[in-house]
């Protein structure tokens, strides 16, 4: 019955939507062990390293407050006056860390299906933008990307998610207000509004696409950078680790 409750992991992927939603993809019989491991592992990542912020979207959210409920939970078993009768500094052993969510753009949905989300994992290539799409491929993506028979362009319509979702891209990487894209747009038909959209993508990928091609032009530079960060991150993970053995009384290392 503990492990069912709402207060614990499992109880917890009961109400996840993606664990929902996955698991109903793969049935019933056919759900692996990692699908229930995955949330606690995705916690663990972000507590190791005593994150203040992670920016996730909506969609993730669930997940962060898994990871929030964990890291209250183990503050309040084993931290403060325990961990000090054992040695330790006393305090917190996990920061609790917050959610950055976008107020635009959190969860940018497919660009063959307005009500699926955009994912580098999707089958069909083209229900995405890709960091490293030439612009060729943007341009032939956005051409091809699905729309609607409606007139004109709006944001917020429920019976048009694709029109929304566009709009929305297109307002994350020009940098516009809501407002303003929405005078913009409003009188564009598709043909004309996807063209725009194409350049715009385009015209955002490029510094991206620049600087990509010269980091990984310089491996050394790029194995130099890799060390630094996996040594900084080691130290962190380390002290962390350590201080949880030491709070929950295992044998140090």
């Known amino acids: 019955m503990w492990l069912l409750s709402s207060a614990t992991p499992l109880g917890w ?25 995955y ?69 940018v949905m497919s660009l063959t299906d307005g009500l699926s989300k955009m994912s580098k994992s999707a089958p069909s290539d083209q229900s995405r933008i890709n960091l490293l799409d030439t612009k060729d491929v943007i341009a032939n993506k956005i051409k091809r990307c699905k729309t609607d028979s409606h007139p004109g362009l709006e944001f917020d319509n429920p019976e048009r998610p694709e029109c929304n979702n566009l709009l929305s891209i297109y307002q994350i990487i020009t940098g516009r207000t809501k407002e303003e894209v929405e005078h913009e747009c409003r009188d564009m038909n598709w043909g004309t509004f996807k063209a725009t959209l194409a350049d715009a ?30 040594r900084k991150a080691a130290d962190i993970a380390e002290t962390t680790l350590n201080n949880v053995y030491q709070a929950m009384g295992f044998l140090q290392r």
């Not at 992927?13 to 491991?37: C, P, Y």
């Not at 015209?203 to 194995?223: C, F, G, K, M, N």
């Open 201 to 230: 993508l385009i015209d955002h990928l490029l510094p991206i696409q620049a600087r990509y091609s010269e980091i990984t032009s310089d491996p050394a530079y790029l194995d130099q950078i890799l060390s630094e960060g996996a």
């Open 39 to 107: 949330p606690v592992l995705m916690a663990s990542d972000i507590l190791l390293y005593q994150t203040d912020l992670v920016p996730v979207g909506e969609d993730q959210k669930q997940h962060l407050e898994l990871t929030r409920e964990l890291a209250e939970r183990i503050n309040y078993l084993y931290g403060g006056r325990k961990w000090k009768k054992l040695g330790g500094r006393g305090g917190a052993l996990f920061k609790v860390p917050e959610a950055l969510i976008p107020p635009t753009g959190a969860r």
């Open 13 to 37: 992927l009961n109400r996840m939507i993606q664990f929902k939603e996955k698991s109903r993809k793969a049935g019933d019989e056919n759900v692996g062990v990692a699908l229930l491991t």
